[in-house]
């Protein structure tokens, strides 16, 4: 039996999602009896395999120009999408500069008192978008993972029905947020 | 006694005159979401969270009155639809970020997207912008976590009798104020006996120093108060 090909992205989040995926214990060795983990921030992969994947899991809210390529890009080579976090679900902590223009935020962090001058990298760094989204509000998504991060254990019954050819059964503590 | 017979969800149940919907539901057992509801306070069916279906019209339970032959349905795919489109529009008409918010594990609207399965918020967030008012020594609140169910306004006027707290505005411009507006540590009538925070069912109102997931609300406060005045 061929492996199932898993994506992971990782977009304005802090990596707590990622972690929590790695906490999945024992759950990792029967993973990797079973999965291809491909462009991912764990394998530093960059690119989808030729004929996409299998399940991409993406961390983080969409919050510029690289986020709304990729999670394009994203639903195109995947046959399932996950919203794998609060980030992705809700826009969460990422969220609360909506509302503050971009100019000013950049302005206010990088602008004066620091070493940058207010000049960014703009040939290197992607611009930020004037608002950030979820994920499931510039693509469709099969399914959300809630919590911040999600606890590994729902992480691991969602996966793991997934290899099953099952439907997560994703209820009651599961979507709890936060 | 003069009592009355209904049925919910195909049960028949005998209850008494007066009462209403949402009170014979959880007389017998059966759960109807609410959010403003709170026992031993009057019910304004201000969320709408109860609504249940009588006669092919949707009603808020908590504000109908029972009546002798009604057919009440509570878990009709119509009411779980209407249910969750209210849910959504609470989460984003503010910003209910659980990650750090005090109330978090003791929240009833974070319980709410458990129990009514609100995977996804489907309509736009609306990222309000509100100052947090941390003018009162203890206390403070964070209008972008308030759902208006004005709890806090009835427990204020009912229990209390300070009838500090009001509402300002209308439309997704409406608010819970202090007073005339007056920031809450400038607001005189206010005795700062900490029921709207115990009552308070998010992180709007809350302990000044509570951090993340730290605040706990006993919200049968009111409850017992209000049951231990009847016997008085």
């Not at chain 1, 992607?126 to 999600?150: A, K, N």
Request: contains cysteine.
């Amino acid at each position: 039996m061929s492996k199932v090909k898993i994506s992971t992205l990782w977009f304005s989040g802090c990596a707590g999602c990622h972690m929590s995926l790695l906490d999945i214990d024992e759950v990792l060795i029967e993973l990797a009896g079973k999965i291809e983990l491909c462009n991912s921030p764990i394998t530093d992969l960059k690119v989808f395999p030729e004929g996409g994947v299998d399940v991409t899991l993406i961390e983080g809210a969409v919050a510029n120009e690289e986020h709304l390529h990729l999670v394009k890009e994203a639903r195109e080579k995947s046959k399932i999408l996950i919203s794998f976090g609060d980030c992705a679900v809700t826009g969460n902590v990422p969220g609360l500069r909506n509302g503050i223009p971009t100019d000013k935020l950049i302005e206010d962090i990088y602008g004066k008192g620091t070493t940058t001058n207010g000049e960014l990298p703009y040939d290197v760094v992607p611009h930020l978008l004037d608002r950030v989204r979820p994920v499931h509000e510039v693509v469709p998504v099969e399914y959300f993972l809630h919590g911040c991060p999600p606890p590994a254990g729902v992480i691991a019954k969602a996966i793991l029905a997934l290899l099953d050819g099952k439907e997560p059964e994703l209820v009651g503590e599961d979507l709890k947020f936060g | 006694m003069e009592t009355i017979t209904l049925t919910i969800d195909g049960r028949t149940i005998t209850a008494a005159p007066g009462q209403s919907i949402l009170e014979v539901a959880e007389a017998n057992g059966i759960r109807i979401p609410t959010l403003c509801h709170l026992e031993g306070l009057s019910d304004v069916g201000a969320c709408r969270l109860c609504i249940v279906e009588v006669a092919g019209q949707l009603v808020p339970s908590c504000t109908t009155q029972a009546v002798d032959g009604a057919d009440i349905k509570t878990q009709t795919d119509t009411i779980k639809v209407h249910r969750r489109m209210i849910l959504e529009l609470l989460f984003a008409e503010g910003n209910h970020v659980c990650s750090f918010c005090a109330s978090s594990g003791g929240c009833e609207l974070q319980d709410l997207a458990c129990e009514l399965e609100m995977h996804s918020v489907t309509v736009p967030y609306s990222y309000p912008r509100n100052r947090i008012d941390a003018t009162h020594p203890w206390f403070l609140i964070d209008r972008d976590r308030c759902v208006l169910c004005g709890r806090c306004v009835r427990t204020c006027a009912e229990v209390e009798g300070a009838h500090t707290w009001g509402f300002a505005e209308r439309g997704s411009s409406a608010r819970v104020i202090t007073d005339l507006a007056a920031d809450w540590g400038e607001a005189e009538s206010c005795t700062s006996c900490g029921k709207c925070v115990e009552v308070c069912p998010t992180g709007a109102i809350v302990l000044k120093g509570a951090s993340n997931a730290e605040m706990r609300k006993d919200s049968d406060l009111v409850a017992r108060l209000t049951e231990r005045r009847d016997h008085e």
